[in-house]
């Protein structure tokens, strides 16, 4: 292959690979540390347990169905 090809593939790897990532929500954590830190410096972060605990509470709180 050449240099070009390769470079086009690993982009396109890397590409995927983010987005499979942000679809199934495995780069949640790293995403609220980057929002807290630019956003909530001057305060402690959760902890990753913590805020999988936070996020489920969040997602299954109240009422969860059509009728």
Do not use: K, N
Request: hydrophobic share 35%.
């Amino acid at each position: 292959m050449s240099s070009r090809i390769r470079v086009l593939w690993r982009r396109l790897r890397v590409a995927g690979a983010d987005i499979v990532h942000g679809a199934f929500g495995t780069d949640a954590y790293e995403r609220y540390c980057a929002h807290h830190a630019t956003h909530h410096a001057d305060t402690e972060p959760m902890d990753r347990a913590a805020y999988f605990r936070h996020q489920q509470a969040q997602r299954w709180h109240g009422v969860s169905r059509c009728c």
